[in-house]
């Protein structure tokens, strides 16, 4: 049976970004604005770069991307909250809060892309999860 490891020096920097992810959220949760827009930039920098480093496993690509994703939808909301702009009305009842979906989406279509048809047709492929 085959085992996927990551490098040491990748997992550093898996968990460093786990922690910018955090600063920035409680930036958010106690309205720090400063923390939490500065925040974004080392935390959507270094999910890219692990999306990067993984694209040439599909399982942990199509992961790593699901997640640039939800920080950049996370980071959106963040800021039209920040800047007080979510409520304001797009189109009909659409707020610009609401455009946060897209990037979600996003990341939803990478993993059914990876689950629905990527993973039945390469049943044998070593998988990461």
Not at 3 to 27: A, C, T
Not at 49 to 74: G, Q
Not at 113 to 128: G, I, K
């Amino acid at each position: 049976m085959s085992q996927y490891s990551i490098p040491l020096k990748y997992r550093r920097m898996e968990n460093l970004h786990i922690v910018f992810w955090l600063f920035k959220d409680i930036g958010w949760c106690l309205l720090w604005k400063p923390l939490g827009l500065v925040m974004i930039i080392p935390t959507l920098f270094i999910s890219i770069m692990i999306a990067y480093r993984t694209r040439d496993m599909v399982s942990e690509l199509c992961h790593n991307l699901a997640i640039t994703f939800w920080i950049s939808a996370n980071s959106y909301w963040m800021i039209s909250e920040f800047m007080n702009f979510d409520g304001h009305h797009v189109y009909g009842m659409v707020t610009y809060k609401h455009l946060a979906i897209i990037p979600f989406l996003l990341g939803v279509f990478c993993l059914a892309y990876y689950y629905a048809y990527w993973q039945p047709r390469h049943p044998n492929e070593v998988e990461t999860l």
